[in-house]
């Protein structure tokens, strides 16, 4: 199967698919298959594995849908399977206030793990949008995230590209917190009346 040919998004719906998806040797498998089939011999190569190590998280990826038999070939009397991504991309459930997100920890465990001498661009802003302006800057992101995943060439090295926009939490109001204020309002009322 073709990778045009694939359908545009798979999305995880079941305990044992988000099971599949949640493990960091698993997650990097998938980053593996996600631009050409492989044997599980030249993914156990490509990820750092024992080939029986491979063999087994393949089958929770097959089992589970997020990766299929696209091919197979006779090698010396034994069958090659190889093994695609069931899609282009791969859609988790929201992990609801203060779930851990799968995504953002496994690109963290890859950042970690990226050779240090590397090239890397890893920046944080805080900013203070609008509905429309968060909306759009949203939407400019994952444009900007297709249009390079189409230029993307499997021949070259990998780069991964992780964004996350959100609104954080509010800070939560501690008893330190309220004693902090009083003092400061104290402060401010007293200086004022000198």
Same mark, same amino acid.
């Given at each position: 199967?073709?990778?045009?040919?694939?359908?545009?998004?798979?999305?995880?719906?079941?305990?044992?698919?988000?099971?599949?998806?949640?493990?960091?040797?698993?997650?990097?498998?998938?980053?593996?298959?996600?631009?050409?089939?492989?044997?599980?011999?030249?993914?156990?190569?490509?990820?750092?594995?024992?080939?029986?190590?491979?063999?087994?998280?393949?089958?929770?990826?097959?089992?589970?849908?997020?990766?299929?038999?696209?091919?197979?070939?006779?090698?010396?009397?034994?069958?090659?399977?190889?093994?695609?991504?069931?899609?282009?991309?791969?859609?988790?459930?929201?992990?609801?206030?203060?779930?851990?997100?799968?995504?953002?920890?496994?690109?963290?465990?890859?950042?970690?793990?990226?050779?240090?001498?590397?090239?890397?661009?890893?920046?944080?802003?805080?900013?203070?949008?609008?509905?429309?302006?968060?909306?759009?800057?949203?939407?400019?992101?994952?444009?900007?995230?297709?249009?390079?995943?189409?230029?993307?060439?499997?021949?070259?090295?990998?780069?991964?590209?992780?964004?996350?926009?959100?609104?954080?939490?509010?800070? +939560? =109001? !501690? &008893? $330190? %917190? *309220? #004693? /902090? +204020? =009083? !003092? &400061? $309002? %104290? *402060? #401010? /009322? +007293?200086?004022?009346?000198?």
């Amino acid at each position: 199967m073709a990778a045009e040919d694939l359908p545009e998004t798979f999305h995880v719906t079941t305990d044992e698919q988000l099971r599949a998806v949640s493990n960091l040797t698993r997650h990097r498998i998938m980053a593996v298959l996600r631009f050409e089939p492989a044997t599980i011999t030249q993914i156990a190569e490509r990820v750092g594995l024992a080939k029986g190590s491979s063999s087994y998280h393949v089958r929770l990826l097959e089992r589970a849908g997020l990766v299929k038999v696209v091919r197979t070939r006779k090698v010396r009397g034994v069958t090659e399977r190889y093994y695609a991504m069931a899609a282009r991309s791969i859609v988790l459930p929201d992990p609801g206030e203060g779930g851990p997100d799968v995504l953002m920890r496994h690109a963290v465990a890859d950042l970690e793990a990226a050779p240090a001498e590397g090239e890397r661009h890893v920046r944080m802003a805080h900013l203070r949008l609008t509905e429309e302006q968060f909306a759009e800057l949203g939407e400019r992101l994952q444009a900007l995230a297709d249009e390079y995943r189409k230029l993307s060439d499997p021949s070259l090295p990998d780069a991964s590209l992780v964004f996350a926009l959100f609104h954080p939490a509010p800070p +939560e =109001r !501690t &008893e $330190r %917190t *309220e #004693r /902090t +204020e =009083r !003092t &400061e $309002r %104290t *402060e #401010r /009322t +007293e200086g004022g009346a000198e």
